[in-house]
């Protein structure tokens, strides 16, 4: 079987970019989180301590994202090691950031990068 837990769309504003103006007005941006774990027992018992908390996760991301970086890839980098040093029990995960309405003088919706850990 396989148990996959996400949380999905964390809406943040932060002052990631390589441009000087990013980090004095910012931007938008949108974080995904999947993670590869077993919570059977969870389903089980109905207990908390037994899975991975959707609060922690959050947590992270905020945290994270409040650290301003020039490149998303990096920021995305520490949300991943703190989920690996944090989170018991994984055995996968996929972290996506995505900026909105990047300043890259086109019509882009967007910009994302994604680490991947483990199998899918």
């Not at 301003?68 to 994984?90: C, D, M, P």
């Amino acid at each position: 079987m396989k148990y996959i837990i996400e949380v999905n769309g964390i809406r943040l504003y932060a002052f990631h970019g390589c441009l000087e103006e990013e980090g004095k007005i910012g931007g938008n941006y949108l974080i995904d989180v999947h993670m590869k774990t077993d919570f059977q027992q969870a389903a089980l018992s109905d207990e908390l301590s037994q899975t991975i908390d959707y609060v922690h996760i959050n947590a992270i991301v905020e945290q994270e994202m409040a650290i301003r970086s020039k490149l998303i890839e990096h920021v995305g980098q520490r949300i991943v090691s703190r989920i690996e040093q944090e989170i018991k029990g994984l055995v996968g995960y996929r972290v996506k950031v995505t900026k909105i309405c990047p300043p890259i003088n086109g019509d882009v919706d967007n910009v994302a990068i994604i680490i991947e850990s483990g199998t899918w």
